[in-house]
């Protein structure tokens, strides 16, 4: 059964230069943003934290800034902050999206931008209690040895399932992070991998600062699969930037969320003007099939995630191509 | 352990205490201040029950350590009226009140945070944002129809759109029957003073913890506790062993042990119980106790439970069976051979879970008297008593069940989970002990919806008469038996719906696997095999190219009616009730093929629009409307009020008391629906003063008179019935004493409005004189009693044929939905929901009951399912098992209708349960004339609408390709 939030020490740093000392000071330290993910899952006996860093209070990862060249989000940024923008709603029309679609406004006043692009994978195997999973032999994730999802596998299947990645992946975003090492900055989409167990690559005395993207106006969207309005993770989501091409044909950038360990590029070719519609948006359809893989990790067949991301990735692009762009 | 001194500013006063590091904001709040107004509904930031302001910002207080609200400044519900029920409430929190915006309360404090967040962020917002932004809040018992419409009273005040006399004033009624009488238990809700059981502390007190089966089916080898007995802390772990009597609970069999007996037969199944002096210590200790498990071959379905050589589950039941009830009228081979057509389908249900916002929680404690007493939110103490009397082999008087407030049951609290162990647990430590069951804890255990496949044949005449109608109905009653006897007689009395049907033949049976056990919920049974009667309707109604309407019209039942159980029935307003949905809800008239997009009665001012998630900071639409197509079903219903087929009672006792107000007491259970309130107006109205002056007595076995269960619909109609007979008890030996010293007749008398006057004088009295007249004058005590009895019979044991209900009610339902072809999606937009509910007592309490009904009958037609692998239950916490938010809500339309009980003295029927019975069929039969597509297994999940979608493309295509 649930248990109660496990006893451990917590620090909260001012400076990012602080929190890297004290993440790199201990294995066991691990970073705390909002909390609205990882505290449920340490209830759940997830982690063997001994040191929560809490960055709230770090000023310098608070900032949000929309220039003419680039807006650059800071990672502790909460949700609601930037879904408060409506310069970001207005000209990135899918990053806005993805935040407001993200859980509840209960939980956006505390979740942060960068607490959701690091978020943990999930899976109805792993996302349970300690006596739950005890009681059905643990999992490859976490203290086990089979993946109850694909047992001839050998890796975790958990399904990566934020919602601003996708967006942002589709606006061509980088990411910041600092180490001891200084700062680097890599392009969002190279920032996972396909692991459910080993998903981001980042190093544990690595934090996340911000992400940031150019500040090119853009006809984009993004749209989540679920059963119901409010609360839940994405079945799968979908974020399309859709931009008018010099000789009046479209391209797209499409990223998808909710289906594999890690968000999904999907590469498509530009609609060119005398190209037959149907076709390309046929093709576009069956590319997104084939190139998600989405696995008994939620409580909605894997199937219909396939079939269902495909059908509204088609639909979104269709809409954004219909409209022209900006 | 660490430890950490935390500042915080707290509803405006400053605070520091040491916590140790593990201390979440909520149990600083709850623990060390004792602001109880913040309740955890699911510690998993899913509910919104615990949400407070931290610095200004709506927080869920369960997912904040609260080592980070060190220096913060912290705002609970408390603090909106000044820490005190005797405060100034705010606008929300008295818009909450006028709009009957609670029920149960559970999750109104959180609510009422979310909404004054929702104003504070943006005094002006609309309906659509507000919906939006209480996104994260839940609400099991209103639907969420009258919390929106208190926010929005609360901005239109605040925004001098309405006067704020609104909030302060109630109209004045003189005729307290049928006025929406502003609910008397509402202050304490709004406010969070009320104290739930989970929110009460005694000196003394130890918590509890229970162990729990892992394995769905296994003898329990040995148990060794002795490790767990070292845990610094611990006073005492009981086992089976510790059970002095017969062992043994449940609402129709006594099958299931307080604790696992020799073997577990489902996962979850409590095996031992950990008293110590705090949480942390039970828990530890509850790890440390080693049980060797020998595992046996399970059973998780029906056909395997009843083919021969399945796990046995129970002993006395070789053959897996709970029950078994027949029922037979007429000839149905003879009713299919008149037939010019027979429909054959098979139906399938889901288990569905409660999601009560209150998890189970109790305490336990004997008192001076010796008298073991257990406090919780129990919907039938009258029963627990009984019990718990054999249980623990002690004579009935000193055995005392109290009920504290009812977070919310819908027939989830009828089970006596575990009061038997904290009485145990209490006898054996001396000292009070509490439980409090995690989310987890309460889905995983509790009773379930019991999932049914229902074979259906209907033989239907070329006119669209029914002839004949066949139901085999198969339910999965799992580990245990609860009330799995009485769903299934209910499922098959009332399964071929409230139709002049000759012919008749329903079989249901309850097996016993080794799934959670299934038991009583919200229409016990009614709406599984309703939900597939009325989906054949709609189907017969195709065949014949007749509107829906008009096939229920036909074989609808009228004044006469003889029942499936060959019962008579003198006053029925099903033909009534059908016409009102059909007016109210623009109906457009026409053969129940799939029309959709062709109707013209859609898309009216009635509904609400479709929810797209931030499309109000949007330019353009997010994405393209095509792909989505919209239509409308309708489905009809009929309940029976009060216990079936068993005689029914209930027992009140009234004091005229000082100062002309009264005492009620009766063993009520307020469980979310209001009736408090209706009992104090039917008590004002027969004693002739005001509700505001009606005290009702608190249930307790021990102080008040028996009204049995809180279920069945019965309350309002057993109790406030009970309470007019005690009234008019009273009044009867008051009036004469009255009538003597005025020397007139009794019958000269009349009583209203605190006044007693006599008819055609100018002799007039307050109640308050009268009283100190009545007692001090003429040396009477004004008290009286009653004791309402409905005189039901048992239904034969071959032909089901009996009385089983004197009163019944009947429904009818329209929904308009919105169908995604593109993604399966489905949403309600509107709901137009008429139903007979006998005279009604307080409108505004009838529609509360209403909306609630719906949107749990929306989330179970649409998306509610508990999941289970080898009885592992898999969606045990609010982000897994799906429920309907604030944003998945249609726009209600409720249409009373009033056909007084000619049987009863108050005429009042009851609505509690029949609001959800038709929702389901609505909906499942509006999907089909939107997009084309007949489900017939629920939930209608998008992944299920959008595989019938493919295949009807399929089919299509299909066929044109033979067609070439």
């Given at each position: 059964?649930?248990?109660?939030?496990?006893?451990?020490?917590?620090?909260?740093?001012?400076?990012?230069?602080?929190?890297?000392?004290?993440?790199?000071?201990?294995?066991?330290?691990?970073?705390?943003?909002?909390?609205?993910?990882?505290?449920?899952?340490?209830?759940?006996?997830?982690?063997?934290?001994?040191?929560?860093?809490?960055?709230?209070?770090?000023?310098?990862?608070?900032?949000?800034?929309?220039?003419?060249?680039?807006?650059?989000?800071?990672?502790?940024?909460?949700?609601?902050?930037?879904?408060?923008?409506?310069?970001?709603?207005?000209?990135?029309?899918?990053?806005?999206?993805?935040?407001?679609?993200?859980?509840?406004?209960?939980?956006?006043?505390?979740?942060?931008?960068?607490?959701?692009?690091?978020?943990?994978?999930?899976?109805?195997?792993?996302?349970?209690?300690?006596?739950?999973?005890?009681?059905?032999?643990?999992?490859?994730?976490?203290?086990?040895?089979?993946?109850?999802?694909?047992?001839?596998?050998?890796?975790?299947?958990?399904?990566?399932?934020?919602?601003?990645?996708?967006?942002?992946?589709?606006?061509?975003?980088?990411?910041?992070?600092?180490?001891?090492?200084?700062?680097?900055?890599?392009?969002?989409?190279?920032?996972?991998?396909?692991?459910?167990?080993?998903?981001?690559?980042?190093?544990?005395?690595?934090?996340?600062?911000?992400?940031?993207?150019?500040?090119?106006?853009?006809?984009?969207?993004?749209?989540?699969?679920?059963?119901?309005?409010?609360?839940?993770?994405?079945?799968?989501?979908?974020?399309?930037?859709?931009?008018?091409?010099?000789?009046?044909?479209?391209?797209?950038?499409?990223?998808?969320?909710?289906?594999?360990?890690?968000?999904?590029?999907?590469?498509?070719?530009?609609?060119?003007?005398?190209?037959?519609?149907?076709?390309?948006?046929?093709?576009?359809?069956?590319?997104?099939?084939?190139?998600?893989?989405?696995?008994?990790?939620?409580?909605?067949?894997?199937?219909?995630?396939?079939?269902?991301?495909?059908?509204?990735?088609?639909?979104?692009?269709?809409?954004?191509?219909?409209?022209?762009?900006? | 352990?660490?430890?950490?001194?935390?500042?915080?500013?707290?509803?405006?006063?400053?605070?520091?205490?040491?916590?140790?590091?593990?201390?979440?904001?909520?149990?600083?709040?709850?623990?060390?201040?004792?602001?109880?107004?913040?309740?955890?509904?699911?510690?998993?930031?899913?509910?919104?029950?615990?949400?407070?302001?931290?610095?200004?910002?709506?927080?869920?207080?369960?997912?904040?350590?609260?080592?980070?609200?060190?220096?913060?400044?912290?705002?609970?519900?408390?603090?909106?009226?000044?820490?005190?029920?005797?405060?100034?409430?705010?606008?929300?929190?008295?818009?909450?009140?006028?709009?009957?915006?609670?029920?149960?309360?559970?999750?109104?404090?959180?609510?009422?945070?979310?909404?004054?967040?929702?104003?504070?962020?943006?005094?002006?917002?609309?309906?659509?944002?507000?919906?939006?932004?209480?996104?994260?809040?839940?609400?099991?018992?209103?639907?969420?129809?009258?919390?929106?419409?208190?926010?929005?009273?609360?901005?239109?005040?605040?925004?001098?759109?309405?006067?704020?006399?609104?909030?302060?004033?109630?109209?004045?009624?003189?005729?307290?029957?049928?006025?929406?009488?502003?609910?008397?238990?509402?202050?304490?809700?709004?406010?969070?003073?009320?104290?739930?059981?989970?929110?009460?502390?005694?000196?003394?007190?130890?918590?509890?913890?229970?162990?729990?089966?892992?394995?769905?089916?296994?003898?329990?080898?040995?148990?060794?506790?002795?490790?767990?007995?070292?845990?610094?802390?611990?006073?005492?772990?009981?086992?089976?062993?510790?059970?002095?009597?017969?062992?043994?609970?449940?609402?129709?069999?006594?099958?299931?042990?307080?604790?696992?007996?020799?073997?577990?037969?489902?996962?979850?199944?409590?095996?031992?119980?950990?008293?110590?002096?705090?949480?942390?210590?039970?828990?530890?200790?509850?790890?440390?106790?080693?049980?060797?498990?020998?595992?046996?071959?399970?059973?998780?379905?029906?056909?395997?439970?009843?083919?021969?050589?399945?796990?046995?589950?129970?002993?006395?039941?070789?053959?897996?069976?709970?029950?078994?009830?027949?029922?037979?009228?007429g000839d149905v081979d003879a009713g299919f051979a008149e037939a010019s057509f027979v429909l054959?389908?098979?139906?399938?249900?889901?288990?569905?879970?409660?999601?009560?916002?209150?998890?189970?929680?109790?305490?336990?404690?004997?008192?001076?008297?010796?008298?073991?007493?257990?406090?919780?939110?129990?919907?039938?103490?009258?029963?627990?008593?009984?019990?718990?009397?054999?249980?623990?082999?002690?004579?009935?008087?000193?055995?005392?069940?109290?009920?504290?407030?009812?977070?919310?049951?819908?027939?989830?609290?009828?089970?006596?989970?575990?009061?038997?162990?904290?009485?145990?647990?209490?006898?054996?430590?001396?000292?009070?002990?509490?439980?409090?069951?995690?989310?987890?804890?309460?889905?995983?255990?509790?009773?379930?919806?019991?999932?049914?496949?229902?074979?259906?044949r209907m033989g239907v005449a070329k006119?669209?008469r029914i002839t004949a109608s066949q139901?085999?109905?198969?339910?999965?009653?799992?580990?245990?038996?609860?009330?799995?006897?009485?769903?299934?007689?209910?499922?098959?009395?009332?399964?071929?719906?409230?139709?002049?049907i000759p012919n008749?033949k329903?079989?249901?049976?309850?097996?016993?696997?080794?799934?959670?056990?299934?038991?009583?919920?919200?229409?016990?049974?009614?709406?599984?095999?309703?939900?597939?009667?009325?989906?054949?309707?709609?189907?017969?109604?195709?065949?014949?190219?007749?509107?829906?309407?008009?096939?229920?019209?036909?074989?609808?039942?009228?004044?006469?009616?003889?029942?499936?159980?060959?019962?008579?029935?003198?006053?029925?307003?099903?033909?009534?009730?059908?016409?009102?949905?059909?007016?109210?809800?623009?109906?457009?008239?026409?053969?129940?093929?799939?029309?959709?997009?062709?109707?013209?009665?859609?898309?009216?001012?009635?509904?609400?629009?479709?929810?797209?998630?931030?499309?109000?900071?949007?330019?353009?639409?997010?994405?393209?409307?095509?792909?989505?197509?919209?239509?409308?079903?309708?489905?009809?219903?009929?309940?029976?009020?009060?216990?079936?087929?068993?005689?029914?009672?209930?027992?009140?006792?009234?004091?005229?008391?000082?100062?002309?107000?009264?005492?009620?007491?009766?063993?009520?259970?307020?469980?979310?629906?209001?009736?408090?309130?209706?009992?104090?107006?039917?008590?004002?109205?027969?004693?002739?003063?005001?509700?505001?002056?009606?005290?009702?007595?608190?249930?307790?076995?021990?102080?008040?008179?028996?009204?049995?269960?809180?279920?069945?619909?019965?309350?309002?109609?057993?109790?406030?019935?009970?309470?007019?007979?005690?009234?008019?008890?009273?009044?009867?030996?008051?009036?004469?004493?009255?009538?003597?010293?005025?020397?007139?007749?009794?019958?000269?008398?009349?009583?209203?409005?605190?006044?007693?006057?006599?008819?055609?004088?100018?002799?007039?009295?307050?109640?308050?004189?009268?009283?100190?007249?009545?007692?001090?004058?003429?040396?009477?005590?004004?008290?009286?009693?009653?004791?309402?009895?409905?005189?039901?019979?048992?239904?034969?044991?071959?032909?089901?044929?009996?009385?089983?209900?004197?009163?019944?009610?009947?429904?009818?339902?329209?929904?308009?939905?919105?169908?995604?072809?593109?993604?399966?999606?489905?949403?309600?937009?509107?709901?137009?929901?008429?139903?007979?509910?006998?005279?009604?007592?307080?409108?505004?309490?009838?529609?509360?009951?209403?909306?609630?009904?719906?949107?749990?009958?929306?989330?179970?037609?649409?998306?509610?399912?508990?999941?289970?692998?080898?009885?592992?239950?898999?969606?045990?916490?609010?982000?897994?098992?799906?429920?309907?938010?604030?944003?998945?809500?249609?726009?209600?339309?409720?249409?009373?209708?009033?056909?007084?009980?000619?049987?009863?003295?108050?005429?009042?029927?009851?609505?509690?349960?029949?609001?959800?019975?038709?929702?389901?069929?609505?909906?499942?039969?509006?999907?089909?004339?939107?997009?084309?597509?007949?489900?017939?297994?629920?939930?209608?999940?998008?992944?299920?609408?959008?595989?019938?979608?493919?295949?009807?493309?399929?089919?299509?295509?299909?066929?044109?390709?033979?067609?070439?």
């Open positions: 059964m649930v248990e109660i939030l496990p006893n451990f020490k917590l620090v909260r740093p001012k400076t990012v230069e602080q929190a890297v000392a004290m993440l790199a000071r201990s294995e066991s330290a691990k970073l705390c943003a909002g909390g609205t993910d990882l505290i449920v899952n340490m209830r759940h006996g997830l982690s063997d934290v001994h040191t929560l860093v809490e960055i709230s209070q770090i000023n310098e990862m608070q900032e949000l800034d929309l220039d003419d060249d680039r807006l650059r989000i800071g990672a502790g940024v909460t949700l609601n902050e930037l879904a408060r923008s409506n310069e970001i709603a207005k000209s990135f029309p899918a990053i806005h999206q993805a935040c407001v679609a993200i859980a509840s406004p209960n939980h956006r006043n505390c979740a942060t931008v960068g607490g959701n692009l690091c978020l943990d994978t999930r899976c109805l195997f792993y996302n349970q209690s300690h006596w739950w999973r005890k009681s059905n032999d643990y999992c490859l994730k976490y203290r086990g040895t089979i993946c109850h999802v694909a047992p001839k596998g050998n890796r975790c299947r958990a399904a990566f399932a934020g919602d601003l990645a996708p967006a942002l992946i589709a606006c061509r975003a980088d990411i910041e992070i600092t180490g001891p090492q200084g700062k680097r900055v890599i392009a969002l989409k190279d920032f996972y991998r396909e692991d459910g167990a080993d998903h981001l690559k980042l190093n544990s005395d690595e934090i996340v600062t911000a992400v940031s993207v150019k500040s090119t106006a853009q006809n984009s969207a993004y749209k989540k699969i679920t059963v119901r309005g409010a609360l839940d993770f994405p079945l799968a989501g979908v974020a399309v930037v859709c931009n008018q091409t010099p000789d009046d044909g479209r391209s797209f950038s499409i990223a998808i969320t909710g289906t594999n360990s890690s968000p999904v590029v999907i590469d498509v070719p530009e609609l060119k003007k005398d190209d037959n519609r149907q076709d390309f948006f046929s093709a576009l359809g069956n590319l997104v099939k084939k190139s998600v893989s989405p696995q008994r990790t939620t409580t909605i067949a894997a199937h219909y995630r396939r079939l269902s991301i495909a059908a509204i990735t088609v639909r979104l692009a269709k809409t954004l191509s219909d409209e022209g762009s900006k | 352990m660490s430890e950490h001194l935390i500042e915080a500013t707290v509803n405006g006063r400053k605070v520091r205490k040491t916590v140790k590091a593990g201390t979440r904001l909520i149990d600083f709040l709850r623990d060390d201040l004792q602001l109880t107004g913040t309740k955890e509904g699911c510690g998993a930031g899913e509910c919104g029950t615990c949400s407070v302001f931290v610095d200004g910002k709506l927080m869920k207080s369960c997912l904040m350590p609260v080592s980070r609200a060190d220096g913060t400044v912290i705002e609970t519900v408390e603090n909106l009226s000044g820490g005190s029920i005797l405060g100034e409430r705010t606008a929300v929190q008295k818009a909450f009140h006028k709009m009957g915006a609670s029920q149960c309360g559970y999750c109104i404090p959180g609510m009422v945070m979310a909404a004054t967040a929702v104003l504070q962020d943006n005094p002006q917002a609309e309906r659509e944002e507000i919906k939006e932004r209480m996104g994260g809040n839940i609400c099991r018992c209103t639907g969420y129809q009258k919390i929106i419409d208190a926010v929005e009273l609360a901005r239109d005040v605040a925004n001098q759109i309405q006067p704020a006399g609104v909030l302060d004033t109630e109209e004045h009624h003189d005729d307290f029957i049928g006025a929406s009488v502003w609910r008397i238990d509402a202050p304490g809700k709004v406010t969070g003073q009320l104290k739930y059981a989970g929110d009460m502390v005694l000196p003394g007190m130890l918590e509890m913890q229970v162990l729990r089966s892992p394995h769905a089916h296994a003898r329990i080898v040995s148990i060794d506790f002795s490790s767990a007995l070292e845990v610094p802390g611990v006073h005492a772990v009981i086992t089976a062993d510790d059970v002095p009597g017969t062992d043994g609970y449940g609402v129709f069999v006594h099958d299931q042990p307080v604790m696992a007996r020799g073997k577990v037969r489902h996962v979850g199944e409590a095996v031992a119980a950990v008293a110590a002096d705090d949480l942390q210590a039970a828990k530890e200790a509850v790890r440390l106790i080693r049980v060797v498990y020998e595992q046996l071959p399970a059973v998780f379905d029906t056909d395997t439970a009843k083919a021969p050589g399945a796990p046995i589950v129970h002993d006395y039941a070789p053959e897996n069976l709970v029950k078994h009830i027949p029922i037979r009228k054959e389908h098979t139906f399938q249900t889901q288990p569905v879970e409660h999601a009560y916002l209150e998890p189970e929680a109790g305490i336990g404690y004997v008192d001076a008297d010796g008298v073991v007493t257990v406090h919780s939110p129990s919907q039938n103490i009258t029963h627990h008593r009984h019990m718990l009397a054999d249980i623990l082999d002690l004579p009935i008087n000193k055995v005392r069940m109290i009920m504290s407030p009812v977070g919310g049951g819908f027939g989830g609290k009828e089970d006596m989970l575990y009061q038997g162990m904290l009485a145990i647990m209490a006898m054996k430590t001396g000292r009070p002990v509490r439980l409090v069951f995690t989310r987890e804890e309460s889905i995983t255990v509790s009773a379930k919806r019991h999932p049914t496949r229902i074979q259906y006119d669209g139901l085999k109905c198969e339910s999965d009653g799992g580990a245990y038996g609860c009330s799995t006897e009485g769903v299934m007689r209910k499922m098959a009395i009332l399964g071929p719906g409230p139709y002049d008749v329903i079989d249901t049976y309850g097996y016993y696997t080794n799934n959670t056990p299934s038991g009583a919920f919200r229409t016990f049974g009614a709406m599984q095999s309703e939900f597939s009667t009325e989906v054949m309707l709609d189907l017969a109604a195709e065949k014949l190219q007749l509107d829906p309407f008009e096939i229920r019209r036909i074989n609808g039942m009228r004044n006469g009616a003889i029942t499936h159980t060959k019962q008579k029935l003198e006053s029925v307003s099903f033909q009534r009730v059908l016409e009102a949905a059909r007016e109210g809800s623009r109906w457009e008239s026409g053969p129940s093929s799939s029309r959709g997009e062709q109707r013209k009665d859609l898309s009216g001012t009635d509904i609400r629009p479709p929810c797209q998630l931030g499309a109000r900071f949007m330019s353009t639409k997010p994405e393209g409307e095509f792909g989505r197509v919209r239509g409308r079903g309708m489905a009809a219903s009929w309940y029976g009020i009060a216990r079936t087929a068993t005689i029914d009672r209930a027992g009140a006792w009234v004091e005229l008391d000082d100062g002309g107000t009264a005492k009620v007491l009766t063993g009520v259970t307020e469980i979310g629906e209001g009736i408090l309130t209706v009992l104090a107006q039917v008590a004002a109205d027969e004693l002739g003063i005001r509700p505001e002056n009606i005290t009702i007595g608190d249930n307790d076995t021990a102080r008040s008179p028996e009204a049995a269960h809180a279920g069945a619909t019965r309350q309002t109609y057993m109790i406030a019935n009970a309470v007019a007979l005690a009234c008019r008890n009273v009044r009867e030996r008051f009036d004469a004493e009255i009538a003597a010293f005025w020397e007139v007749e009794p019958d000269q008398l009349e009583a209203s409005n605190g006044h007693i006057r006599v008819r055609e004088t100018n002799k007039s009295m307050t109640m308050a004189e009268a009283v100190a007249v009545c007692k001090g004058q003429r040396g009477v005590v004004p008290v009286g009693s009653g004791s309402y009895t409905a005189p039901h019979t048992g239904l034969d044991p071959v032909d089901g044929s009996g009385k089983p209900w004197q009163a019944y009610v009947y429904g009818c339902q329209v929904a308009e939905v919105e169908v995604d072809t593109v993604t399966g999606e489905v949403q309600v937009l509107g709901v137009w929901a008429a139903h007979d509910v006998g005279r009604v007592i307080n409108p505004q309490g009838v529609e509360g009951q209403i909306e609630g009904g719906v949107v749990q009958g929306l989330g179970q037609a649409l998306m509610e399912d508990y999941q289970q692998t080898d009885g592992h239950a898999v969606s045990h916490g609010f982000d897994k098992y799906i429920l309907p938010t604030s944003l998945d809500v249609p726009h209600i339309n409720s249409i009373i209708i009033e056909d007084p009980d000619p049987l009863s003295p108050l005429g009042a029927k009851g609505i509690g349960e029949p609001a959800l019975v038709p929702t389901v069929p609505a909906i499942i039969n509006a999907i089909y004339d939107a997009a084309g597509i007949r489900l017939t297994s629920l939930p209608a999940t998008p992944v299920k609408v959008l595989a019938a979608l493919r295949d009807k493309k399929r089919m299509r295509e299909g066929s044109l390709e033979a067609a070439e």
